[in-house]
């Protein structure tokens, strides 16, 4: 177990209960989209925030960003560390069904998984000349051309991130968990390997 002094947000009790197996912290459920209505609970994580930081862990489904775009509306970036699962297709044990985009939530992520993540949320981002900028992103063809999204979602594979992630978010989660080394390892291999197939499937 990890002791982690941020209080991690996550949707769900199930979320709650699964991240309490290998984390020491404050967790808080949002109870899903209650948030919104729920101003006791904003109020704690705005409190929570300025005193600690928080990690954000939602699912990576579009209510997963809906719910993580709205705590971010009202706590200051300074005081958010994002850390975002990967898109992995599967079903919670406990439900008789997949989700409705089929991905598993942080409840069904393996521990192993979810403890390098939020590990990697305490990582130093990389500086100065280390960093990739935007527009070396954009001439690698992440950015602005016909199949750059295609290449984000190859890009995002690799790497272990969801695909729904802005080139912004992508290009500073890039920044802070790989090194260039092993960005252009990745890029290489997307474009010299996987580029045709890009092009044909989207």
């Given at each position: ?41 904003r109020l704690l994580i705005r409190t929570l925030a ?153």
């Amino acid at each position: 177990m990890i002791k982690i002094n941020s209080a991690v947000i996550v949707e769900g009790n199930y979320d709650k209960i699964r991240l309490s197996k290998i984390v020491d912290a404050n967790i808080i459920a949002t109870g899903g989209f209650r948030i919104f209505r729920d101003e006791k609970m904003r109020l704690l994580i705005r409190t929570l925030a300025k005193k600690t930081g928080i990690i954000i862990l939602t699912d990576s489904d579009r209510a997963g960003f809906v719910i993580r775009n709205h705590i971010k509306s009202f706590v200051s970036e300074g005081e958010i560390k994002n850390v975002y699962i990967p898109d992995i297709r599967g079903k919670e044990r406990r439900k008789d069904k997949p989700s409705k985009e089929g991905l598993l939530g942080v409840e069904g992520m393996p521990c192993d998984l979810l403890f390098d993540l939020l590990m990697q949320a305490d990582k130093e981002e990389i500086k100065g000349a280390q960093e990739i900028s935007y527009t070396e992103f954009y001439s690698d063809g992440y950015a602005g051309g016909k199949n750059s999204r295609a290449m984000r979602n190859m890009l995002c594979c690799e790497i272990g991130l969801p695909e729904r992630l802005s080139c912004k978010e992508l290009l500073r989660l890039i920044n802070s968990l790989i090194s260039r080394e092993e960005y252009l390892e990745i890029s290489s291999r997307i474009k010299s390997g996987n580029e045709k197939k890009i092009i044909k499937n989207y």
